[in-house]
């Protein structure tokens, strides 16, 4: 096998990384933050949380295997990016690290304030990080100005927070937002029954709305202004039918068809987005100027091979037994299954 | 051996350099403080489950269902301040992340593949598939779960000890970077396999010792010793026994360091001067900066013993070290003093582990022995003990973790980069400083709530029999967030 090919090998399983991480914590971003708006008492938002419980972690491992992996296969984009973006990432950290614990501790007591300030940070510890992990992406096909090369002859964003918040970024931010609020209420939709359920699928069409039309205004902005290949209009277009069928289906009440589309939507983003980008990882915003491609920001021929082996043999293994806990935990909740929801386990210690 | 080094151009960069390092500090400190408890704990419930899978005996399962729950409040701070670990190689050290990224990248990697999906899926199989599995394969998710963590720490110690010892690698004189030869040496050299055979004893007897400890507490409290009479024997065990790994790994792991990294040994016992037949400094009164000492207890010619298993071998001291380093390290820049690490620190690091280690290890024994014939302990001394000893393991624990990576400065990869060269150039202090006061506002205020939370669920003791039936199929839910 080529260096070259290995070179491209990982940037397609970077990107199946990301959409793995999109598809499975996207949806536990939008059940928290609908957690307030869905989650009218408190029998219903312990049945939120629940449907979240076994599945949140292991969906969390994806984002830290595609750091994890991207520091192998390409290290100069690891160091590049994760410097680069250095307050966005921080507050994406803080709040993953506000709404894991959250989920752990919000019922060991019953006491009101004491939930509502756990709602509130599962809420924001889900809210940035939709928000920002679309902010990042949405710069990293818009392209970056580059300062001077480092000591080492690495590639430097010096741009610091501001510059991030330009339009394309915002609006990739948004699209990133609504579509996992939408896909996070078409997953209640499909883990609950009653009132709930039906609750949750009108919200996710009125959302679905909303992110449709954001979605499809950045998707034809990146295509038109960032991407060299014509090939990319294909998982662009594909996106959108599948979003549409998916609030469709949706409002059918075909809540597994909808959560299956609403899924592939995002894996084709993604597509579409790293489509553009090839071989690019982090090009400058003048293209002209270069930047960190796959071929100048990778791991040598023989740190790829060790690693190509071990996500052949682990990344199957991986996919079976997470999805087998999918399988068994596959019923529907309902809030009467939620035992005496305003008791804390902790409650009457002192 | 050739080094990078970057020497910081503006003023700027040296107070962003210091701010990253308290950061790092900070976060990684932190962060193992519950690391080890998981690693130990995670196998101690498992061992109770399978108790009571084996015999039956319901005691077993409510001990299983108590410190169940003690695990889960100290794992939940473990995870996600282990998702900050994962990224600040590229955020804080990005020339570092492009050094040695072809190496330390990998086992990052392997080890989010291999383990963290197998802790972080199995445990979740666990704390909701009470009533949801068949009772076989519900113990089979806690142990694959506390395989994931062991497998976890293997490679996240493999990578830090290339750092401490680097091999199985080149630096390609074009691009200035590691590049990997071997990754099997990588993690399989002596200093990745001893630290890990350290950490995971230490792991242990800090486990053991909060298991027979909050045990013992109850059993105290309640003069009750029926259940948790069970566990504090069982910790009080497995403290004693991983105690004497501790020091058996420890011994290995000195000579090994002598060998690989003399500078450190040297500054664990302020030695300045090389001998042979050197004495071992059990504490000093006094400056440490080798030129006069008020007071100093010595075990005569313990330190060579140590060191090279000769009680006349030679022991390289200070002196010597920052000569030899001058010159053999000259296109560092660095010379003199600049090689030898904050003595006081790794002098004191090294006393406060082993010293808070052989504490936990001899109140192991003490309960033992007042549990011997299923006796009680008693007194108002073993009472208070029970409620502190096991801070004593987990601080040595930190404090051999402080010895390590201080000890090792001014290196990050020892013999190939400073950390003055590692940082990175495009992180400005106000960047830091805004990122370390968030950190550790949010991880003081969750540390308080942290150990609210344990001190609570110690104090409402074991649950009660009838609580702790597991239905299969059973609606309403047994546990729900």
Redesign the interface.
């Known amino acids: 096998m080529s260096y070259e090919l290995l070179q491209q090998i990982w940037f397609v399983l970077i990107a199946v990384l990301w959409i793995g991480y999109f598809v499975l914590e996207g949806f536990d971003f939008g059940v928290g933050i609908l957690l307030r708006t869905l989650g009218t008492n408190e029998a219903e938002r312990?049945?939120l949380?629940?449907t979240?419980?076994?599945?949140?972690?292991?969906n969390?491992?994806w984002v830290?295997?595609a750091?994890?992996?991207?520091?192998?296969?390409f290290?100069?984009w690891?160091?590049?990016?994760?410097?680069?973006f250095?307050?966005p990432?921080?507050l994406i950290?803080?709040a993953?690290?506000?709404r894991?614990?959250a989920?752990?501790?919000?019922?060991?007591h019953g006491d009101p304030v004491w939930r509502k300030r756990w709602d509130l940070a599962i809420i924001v510890g889900s809210f940035l990080p939709a928000l920002l992990w679309g902010v990042a992406f949405g710069n990293i096909v818009r392209g970056v100005e580059f300062?001077e090369k480092?000591?080492?002859?690495?590639f430097?964003?010096?741009g610091?927070l501001l510059p991030l918040l330009n339009p394309f970024g915002l609006l990739a931010g948004l699209v990133t937002l609504t579509l996992f609020m939408t896909h996070g209420a078409i997953f209640v939709s499909l883990k609950t029954d009653g009132d709930l359920r039906y609750r949750a699928r009108d919200l996710a069409v009125k959302i679905g709305l909303v992110a449709a039309v954001l979605a499809v205004v950045f998707l034809l902005w990146a295509q038109l202004a960032y991407s060299d290949k014509v090939w990319t209009w294909a998982p662009v277009l594909l996106a959108a039918v599948c979003w549409l069928a998916a609030l469709y289906m949706v409002r059918a009440g075909r809540e597994g068809w909808a959560f299956v589309l609403s899924a592939l939507t995002l894996a084709l983003a993604v597509v579409a987005l790293f489509g553009m980008l090839f071989p690019n990882v982090m090009p400058s915003l003048d293209r002209s100027l270069g930047g960190l491609t796959i071929y100048n920001a990778s791991?040598?021929e023989?740190?790829l091979k060790?690693?190509s082996l071990?996500?052949l043999v682990?990344?199957p293994i991986?996919l079976v037994?997470?999805s087998w806990?999918y399988w068994?935990?596959r019923k529907r909740?309902t809030a009467?299954?939620?035992?005496s929801?305003e008791a804390g386990?902790?409650d009457g210690?002192? | 051996m050739g080094g990078?080094s970057?020497t910081p151009q503006e003023g700027e960069h040296v107070s962003a350099l210091d701010l990253a390092r308290w950061q790092f500090g900070i976060t990684t400190v932190y962060h193992f403080l519950f690391v080890p408890i998981t690693l130990g704990t995670s196998f101690l419930v498992a061992i109770m489950q399978t108790m009571w899978v084996r015999t039956g005996n319901d005691a077993w399962l409510r001990l299983t269902k108590f410190f169940g729950?003690l695990f889960?409040?100290n794992f939940?701070?473990g995870?996600?301040?282990g998702?900050?670990q994962?990224?600040q190689?590229?955020?804080?050290w990005?020339?570092y992340?492009?050094?040695?990224?072809?190496?330390?990248?990998?086992p990052?990697?392997?080890?989010?593949?291999?383990a963290?999906?197998?802790e972080?899926?199995?445990?979740?199989?666990w704390?909701?598939?009470w009533d949801?599995?068949p009772k076989k394969v519900h113990l089979a998710s806690i142990w694959l779960a506390s395989i994931g963590t062991t497998l976890s720490a293997y490679f996240i110690l493999a990578a830090n000890a290339f750092m401490q010892h680097p091999v199985g690698f080149h630096v390609n004189p074009v691009?200035?970077?590691a590049?990997?030869?071997d990754?099997i040496q990588v993690l399989t050299q002596n200093t990745a396999v001893i630290a890990y055979l350290h950490t995971m004893t230490s792991a242990f007897l800090v486990s053991g010792t909060l298991v027979a400890a909050v045990s013992a507490f109850l059993v105290m409290r309640n003069n009750d010793n029926a259940v948790l009479g069970k566990t504090l024997r069982m910790g009080a065990v497995v403290a004693l026994v991983a105690g004497l790994g501790v020091a058996i790994t420890g011994d290995i792991d000195s000579k090994i360091m002598v060998n690989q990294q003399p500078m450190k040994m040297a500054a664990a016992e302020a030695e300045y001067e090389t001998e042979r037949g050197a004495d071992f400094s059990l504490l000093t009164i006094g400056t440490l900066d080798g030129e006069e000492t008020t007071f100093e207890l010595k075990i005569p010619k313990l330190l060579s013993f140590l060191a090279t298993g000769d009680f006349n071998g030679e022991v390289k001291g200070i002196n010597d070290l920052e000569q030899e380093y001058t010159a053999k390290y000259a296109s560092t820049g660095l010379k003199g003093s600049d090689f030898s690490p904050t003595i006081p620190v790794a002098y004191w690091t090294f006393r406060l582990m082993i010293g808070l280690g052989f504490l936990a290890i001899l109140w192991a024994l003490w309960m033992l022995w007042a549990t011997r014939g299923g006796r009680t302990p008693k007194g108002k001394f073993a009472y208070k003990s029970a409620m502190w000893i096991t801070l004593a393991p987990l601080l040595g624990l930190s404090s051999g973790w402080m010895f390590t990576e201080l000890g090792r400065q001014p290196w990050i990869v020892f013999g190939q980069m400073t950390t003055a060269?590692a940082v990175?150039?495009?992180?400005?202090s106000f960047?830091v400083i805004?990122?370390m006061v968030?950190?550790t506002v949010?991880y003081g205020v969750?540390a308080v709530?942290e150990v609210g939370?344990l001190l609570?669920?110690i104090?409402?003791g074991l649950p009660a029999a009838n609580d702790v039936k597991v239905v299969e199929g059973n609606?309403?839910?047994?546990f729900?967030?």
Do not use: C
């Open positions: 312990r049945t949380l629940t979240l419980g076994p599945l949140w972690d292991g969390e491992v830290l295997t750091g994890g992996a991207t520091f192998a296969a290290p100069e690891y160091a590049t990016l994760f410097s680069g250095y307050l990432l921080m950290l803080v993953l690290i506000l894991g614990v989920f752990e501790y919000r019922s060991k300062a480092s000591a080492t002859g690495g430097l964003y010096a610091g791991s040598t023989t740190t060790i690693m071990v996500a682990m990344v991986v037994y997470q806990t068994v935990f909740l009467a299954q939620i035992p929801p386990i902790l210690v002192h | 990078v970057l729950k889960l409040i939940a701070m995870v996600v301040t998702i900050v994962e990224f190689f590229g955020m804080n990005s020339e992340s492009r050094f040695v990224g072809d190496i330390f990248g990998a990052l990697a392997v080890e989010a593949l291999l963290f999906f197998l972080s899926t199995f445990l979740g199989m704390i909701f598939g949801r599995l691009t200035q970077r590049e990997m030869d990754f060269s990175s150039p495009t992180v400005t960047d805004v990122s968030i950190f949010l969750l709530i939370l609570k669920t104090k409402q609606q309403p839910l047994t729900a967030y």
